[in-house]
């Protein structure tokens, strides 16, 4: 892994055995309330001026889709939890992976679960941060009570960009005259986190500017799981419309970066950073956001179809 989830946090998380989401209830909205709609077009996704698996910048059409406004947030998760009963992969497993920012490596944390990202003698997480320690099994359950799916890559990519061709959810300048546009590591990565942004670790969904979609957080603060699978030449095959990545893999996909990203590392708060982890692994800086689509217009990606 070329990114900040480390060869260590691969190493230690991926023997895991993945399982299926539990049997939950019925979906309980059907309007996608807290979500924007991104009209559908074309738009170049990808990089050539990046790693080697961000190439080639490659046209793309999207079609019309709502994403979440802000990622999911640890109250949101609660509510899903409280009704369903639902358990984490890493609550059934009995530990997960946490980034301890003093040892400045990933570890094994027995008891880190999302009601404890950073483990269980930590404090717990405020209710408006993005929901974090959820595997992609379990954000597909989450998804899938809500009426909503997963993102593709493609439309991530789509909505993150804001409609225009830009670097970084918010421009091209990283910080532009001074002002911090995302929660990530300034400072250099692992050693020191200045806390620039105001915030080391975590910051609540929305606390920053939204970009040009009106879309919070799409650069940094917890990294996102994708609905497609993961590979390096992904891009290189490319069906050009609406893309849904490998029709099988290993790993998903995840997107936007997180608050370890830093400019001398990762810089996965750029529109165009890809990485990707195990199905069912869990840590204390990956989340995720929903997607949905109007009848008819869901296609595979689909969780369940919304009916009015
Ligand atoms: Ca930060």
Redesign the pocket.
């Known amino acids: 892994m070329t990114s900040c989830l480390t060869a260590v946090a691969a190493a230690v998380i991926s023997f895991l055995v993945s399982n299926s989401a539990s049997a939950l209830g019925e979906p309980t909205k059907q309007h996608p309330r807290g979500m924007v709609r991104i009209p559908g077009g074309s738009f170049t996704m990808g990089t050539d001026d990046g790693y080697p698996y961000e190439a080639p910048a490659h046209r793309v059409k999207v079609r019309t889709f709502y994403v979440d406004r802000h990622e999911v947030t640890v109250a949101e998760f609660a509510r899903f939890v409280k009704v369903t009963k639902y358990k984490t992969e890493a609550e059934r497993f009995g530990w997960s992976g946490v980034f301890d920012t003093r040892q400045q490596i990933w570890t094994k944390c027995d008891g880190a679960t999302w009601r404890r990202p950073d483990g269980p003698r930590k404090p717990a997480p405020k209710q408006d941060e993005p929901v974090t320690q959820v595997s992609w099994n379990d954000a597909q359950a989450f998804a899938k009570w809500a009426g909503k799916r997963l993102p593709t890559e493609a439309e991530w990519e789509y909505a993150a960009r804001g409609g225009k061709d830009v670097l970084y959810p918010w421009g091209n300048e990283v910080s532009p005259g001074g002002r911090m546009m995302g929660?990530?590591?300034?400072g250099s990565f692992p050693e020191d986190?200045t806390?620039k942004?105001?915030?080391?670790?975590r910051?609540p969904v929305g606390k920053f500017k939204p970009n040009g979609y009106g879309l919070f957080d799409m650069g940094?603060n917890a990294w996102e799981w994708c609905q497609d699978w993961f590979a390096e030449d992904t891009y290189a095959k490319s069906p050009g419309i609406d893309p849904r990545g490998p029709k099988t893999g290993e790993e998903r996909v995840i997107r936007g970066g997180s608050?370890m990203c830093s400019l001398n590392y990762c810089r996965g708060f750029r529109v165009s950073a890809r990485s990707h982890s195990s199905p069912d692994t869990g840590l204390n800086n990956m989340g995720f956001r929903c997607a949905w689509s109007a009848p008819g217009r869901t296609a595979r990606t689909s969780g369940t179809p919304v009916k009015r």
């Open positions: 929660n990530w590591w300034q986190d806390g942004d105001r915030y080391k670790g910051a940094g608050w």
